[in-house]
């Protein structure tokens, strides 16, 4: 099938830097994408969203971004804090028929 | 707002065994998903309601899983009989509509001897 690669599959960073997670999607029929939290033991938490007739959108701290000539979708973290550390995952819905998620970056913030 | 429901939060069972998995969504939302998640696999759509309705179950691994929604407030997943590759956690979602944003429950964690 159409897959959602994700990268990377970890990430370690300094609390206080940046964090990048990116997403690449083939489904040129996918129109809303979002970006979950999970933690330890816990289901995904939505953090934002954007669909395919936006190019960005800004959160407290988080940033998504989308190129849908590449199809590459991608979230941004400022200045990590400790409590970021989780898995977080990108979903694309894809028409009418649900969404799809990535593989996931384990996300681990150093104090 | 209590969220998305789910129980049991554990289940450990013997291979063979029938197992059922509970959901009630958040009031109001329509659309309800089942989600399979594993180390190898990461999270898998199984099958998605909307309006108690199944829409898509071309996740749903093979017959020994089936779901139903009786009412709006209710949904079941049920693995008969239960093998050691379904152990998983199991989640549900329910969103305002199919194509709006999903809120998950904490998941059940499924185990089969």
């Known amino acids: 099938g159409e897959n959602v690669e994700q990268h990377p599959s970890t990430l370690s960073v300094q609390e206080g830097d940046n964090s990048i997670i990116n997403c690449a999607y083939s489904n040129s029929a996918s129109d809303y994408f979002i970006w979950y939290k999970q933690e330890s033991g816990k289901g995904p938490q939505f953090i934002i969203d954007?669909?395919?007739?936006?190019d960005k959108r800004q959160g407290q701290r988080v940033t998504v971004l989308l190129n849908k000539t590449v199809k590459h979708l991608s979230l941004q973290i400022a200045a990590t804090q400790p409590g970021d550390s989780a898995v977080y995952f990108c979903?694309?819905?894809?028409?009418?028929?649900?969404?799809?998620f990535g593989s996931g970056t384990k996300l681990n913030v150093k104090p | 707002d209590a969220g998305v429901i789910q129980s049991p939060r554990h289940e450990v069972t013997e291979m063979g065994q029938e197992v059922t998995l509970r959901c009630k969504p958040i009031?109001?939302?329509?659309?309800l998903f089942w989600y399979r998640q594993t180390m190898m696999r990461g999270l898998e759509l199984l099958i998605y309601f909307n309006n108690n309705v199944p829409i898509d179950d071309s996740g749903m691994p093979e017959d020994r899983f089936s779901a139903k929604m009786p009412n709006a407030s209710f949904s079941t997943l049920k693995i008969q009989p239960s093998e050691p590759r379904d152990s998983a956690v199991y989640f549900c979602a329910s969103s305002l509509a199919s194509g709006e944003t999903q809120y998950f429950g904490p998941g059940t964690r499924l185990l089969v001897l």
């Open positions: 009031s109001g939302h329509n659309s």
């Open positions: 954007i669909r395919s007739n936006m």
């Open positions: 979903a694309e819905r894809r028409g009418g028929r649900g969404f799809y």
